[in-house]
């Protein structure tokens, strides 16, 4: 027997809006479960709503074919919001200070994420059915979301956009990318996750030493941050 979504409708037949984000989150739930159990080519859509407990239409609705949804795995598993630890913006007053506390705070919870086993799991999922989607930017996504998350602390209102950007890829190609580099290639994630602090001292290190944290800093300044 078909499993049925059922869902709470309002007066105009469709559901609730708080009962629509419950289903995605258990199809991308489902999903996330299956491709990493299954893998790519072993995954359907209607195991998927299967595993959900919700309708075929509820997957057809929301994604188009089984590489929309797997996009949305990735994109669901590296979109987490950009905050900053309190703390790391207290007791200070040097604004290129606080930028070094916000990089390290971020810099931290960042590379735990990267280094987690489901994203390692499913990065090598992209990696493998990387001909299926080569040119579609899958594979930068996760690169993509990295970058926005030091940007959005390093200077959320600063008028130099590129400046900020520059600051931002530079340093997730110091940190980020050797460590899951290391982790692809079979490295043991404690023994890397032990690594980031250090990781992290070096990359605003060098930072500091060409003179990208105080062009940013400026930006910061002359934005009113």
């Given at each position: 027997?078909?499993t049925?979504?059922?869902?709470?409708?309002?007066?105009?037949?469709?559901?609730?809006?708080g009962?629509?984000?419950?289903?995605t989150?258990?199809?991308?739930?489902?999903?996330?479960?299956?491709?990493?159990?299954?893998?790519?080519?072993?995954?359907?859509?209607d195991?998927?709503?299967?595993?959900?407990?919700?309708?075929?239409?509820?997957?057809?609705t929301?994604?188009a074919?089984?590489?929309a949804?797997?996009?949305?795995?990735?994109?669901?598993?590296?979109?987490?919001?950009?905050?900053?630890?309190?703390?790391?913006a207290?007791?200070?007053?040097?604004?290129?200070?606080?930028l070094?506390q916000?990089l390290?705070?971020?810099?931290?919870?960042m590379?735990g994420?990267?280094?987690?086993?489901?994203?390692?799991?499913?990065?090598?999922?992209?990696?493998?059915?990387?001909p299926?989607?080569?040119?579609?930017?899958?594979?930068?996504?996760f690169?993509?979301?990295?970058?926005?998350?030091?940007?959005?602390?390093?200077?959320?209102?600063?008028?130099?956009?590129?400046?900020?950007?520059a600051?931002?890829?530079?340093f997730?190609?110091?940190?980020?990318?050797?460590?899951?580099?290391?982790?692809?290639?079979?490295?043991?994630?404690?023994?890397?996750?032990?690594?980031?602090?250090a990781?992290i001292?070096?990359?605003?290190a060098?930072?500091?030493?060409?003179?990208?944290?105080a062009?940013?800093?400026?930006a910061?300044?002359?934005a009113g941050?």
């Open positions: 027997m078909e049925r979504d059922v869902t709470t409708r309002g007066r105009g037949g469709r559901p609730a809006a009962r629509e984000h419950e289903v989150q258990r199809l991308l739930a489902a999903a996330t479960r299956l491709f990493l159990d299954k893998g790519y080519e072993g995954t359907t859509c195991q998927v709503a299967l595993d959900a407990r919700a309708g075929k239409a509820s997957i057809y929301r994604y074919n089984k590489e949804l797997f996009a949305a795995v990735i994109e669901n598993l590296v979109s987490r919001p950009a905050l900053v630890d309190p703390s790391a207290a007791g200070d007053d040097n604004t290129q200070a606080r070094r916000r390290a705070a971020t810099g931290q919870r590379l994420d990267a280094l987690a086993p489901d994203t390692l799991a499913l990065l090598r999922l992209v990696l493998a059915q990387h299926r989607f080569a040119g579609k930017g899958m594979d930068r996504l690169w993509k979301e990295c970058v926005r998350r030091i940007a959005a602390v390093l200077a959320p209102a600063a008028s130099d956009a590129a400046a900020v950007l600051a931002a890829e530079r997730v190609e110091l940190t980020v990318a050797p460590l899951l580099l290391r982790a692809l290639m079979g490295e043991e994630s404690a023994t890397l996750l032990a690594r980031c602090a990781q001292d070096d990359a605003i060098v930072l500091e030493a060409d003179g990208t944290l062009r940013v800093s400026q910061s300044t002359q941050c």
